[in-house]
Structure formats: structure tokens, C-alpha cells
């Protein structure tokens, strides 16, 4: 079980605009930044949000995050066939004093 | 550019101590967290613990008995031990450097696959 919550899979179809949630409480989301990261098959994750909602170089506009209260969502709109991966969402946990990563969504791209 | 290599044994036996050595090569391992993850095959990501270069320590609260994190700036290296290691510590174990923010993740090693058997 894990401290963040997200769902374990999600799908869209090419184009189409899909949103990943992760649910926390005060002692993390509600009270830290979010960060996501993208791990393709067979790959190490790849930070793609940082501080909530601000996008590394070379990541695409398409992806974007926010934050409120104790939910962040990962928004990515013009979905492509190359956006199928694992997406985690990961925070600081203040009473846990440590970093706390949601169980990781599935994006399938029909 | 900033490259991380993980290295150590790919088989430990049952109850013995893992130990691994991260790399760090394009920068310098002063001013940032270093964090171990770890992947069980087909599960998500746990975070092992970190350290800041100057040698502080943060650790899972489910693994701090058996976590050692420690830091060679000579070296441009750290190191995790993992102790009284069973068949669940079976996973593929990355580095990573925190920037800016512990959780930042902003360059990692490919990882590399621990297997507990004996």
C-alpha cells in the first residue's frame, strides 16, 4: 500500500487529453511539492514535473501538473503512442521524514 | 552532463548484506541529495534512504535497521549496504541525484538488478 494514491492504469486514445490523479495527505502533497516522473519499458524513470508544475527542459508541453490541497493531477493532452509508460508521483513526507512515491499508473495508448 | 553507474554484485544470498556503489561522473557530488531506489520486478518504486554530500542521512522507515548510505567525495561516490537481505529485497536497484529539492530526481543510473537466492 502505497503512501500516494494513484490509479493503476489508464488509457486514451491518440489526441485525446487524459489526467493521472495522486492523492495524498497534509504530511506530504498537502504540505511539499509534487514531482512526476515517466519510466519507459525497461527504463529508469525520467523526471518530467518538478515543483508541482514545472516542466525539465525537453519536456513537452503536453504534459503539465498542478496541485491543490492534497491531490496533484498530471494532465497530458495530444496524447501519442509514445506516451505509454509508467507514470509515479513522488513527495517529501514530513512525518514519515522520508520521500514517498505513489504505486505508479499504467498509460495505455489505444 | 551528469552520468550515474551503479555497480556490485547482481546475486547475494539469503541473510547476507547487499552493497552497492554509485558513480558519479560529469559533476561534482558536492551541493546534493543521493538517494538509492529500488523496483521489484513488476511493482513500483520505494525510496531507500538518501544523503547530502557533507554526509546527513534520511532512511525508509521500513528499512532504517538494515540501511547503511555512506559518501566518498574523493571518490565522486556513495554507497548503500542493505543487511539480512531476503528473497522481497529481490529488485532493481537505481542512484539517483536529488536537485534543489530531495525528491527532484533529475538524473539517475539505468539501475541495476539484485537477485536474493541462495
Known amino acids: 500500500q502505497s503512501v500516494l494514491t494513484q490509479p493503476p492504469s489508464a488509457s486514451g486514445t491518440p489526441g485525446q487529453r487524459v489526467t493521472i490523479s495522486c492523492s495524498g495527505s497534509?504530511?506530504?502533497?498537502?504540505?511539499?511539492?509534487v514531482y512526476w516522473y515517466q519510466q519507459l519499458p525497461g527504463t529508469a524513470p525520467k523526471l518530467l514535473i518538478y515543483?508541482?508544475?514545472q516542466r525539465p527542459s525537453g519536456v513537452p508541453d503536453r504534459f503539465s501538473g498542478s496541485k491543490s490541497g492534497t491531490s496533484a493531477p498530471l494532465a497530458i493532452s495530444g496524447l501519442r503512442s509514445e506516451d505509454e509508460a509508467d507514470y509515479y508521483c513522488?513527495?517529501?513526507?514530513?512525518?514519515?521524514?522520508?520521500?514517498?512515491f505513489g504505486g505508479g499508473t499504467k498509460l495505455t495508448v489505444l | 552532463q551528469v552520468q550515474l553507474q551503479e555497480s556490485g554484485p547482481g546475486l547475494v544470498k539469503p541473510s547476507e548484506t547487499l552493497s552497492l556503489t554509485c558513480t558519479v561522473s560529469?559533476?561534482?557530488?558536492?551541493?546534493?541529495?543521493w538517494s538509492w531506489i529500488r523496483q521489484p520486478p513488476g511493482k513500483g518504486l520505494e525510496w531507500i534512504g538518501n544523503?547530502?554530500?557533507?554526509?546527513?542521512?534520511n532512511y525508509n522507515p521500513s528499512l532504517k535497521n538494515r540501511v547503511t548510505i555512506s559518501v566518498d567525495t574523493s571518490k565522486n561516490q556513495f554507497s548503500l549496504k542493505l543487511s539480512s537481505v531476503t528473497a522481497a529485497d529481490t529488485a532493481v536497484y537505481y542512484c539517483?541525484?536529488?536537485?534543489?529539492?530531495?525528491?527532484?530526481?533529475?538524473?539517475w543510473g539505468q539501475g541495476t538488478l539484485v537477485t536474493v537466492s541462495s
Open positions: 544523503i547530502y554530500y557533507s554526509g546527513g542521512t
Open positions: 513522488a513527495a517529501w513526507d514530513d512525518s514519515l521524514r522520508g520521500v514517498v
Open positions: 539517483a541525484r536529488g536537485a534543489g529539492g530531495v525528491s527532484n530526481f533529475d538524473y
Open positions: 497534509s504530511s506530504n502533497i498537502g504540505s511539499n511539492n
Open positions: 560529469g559533476g561534482s557530488i558536492s551541493n546534493y541529495y
Open positions: 515543483r508541482n508544475n
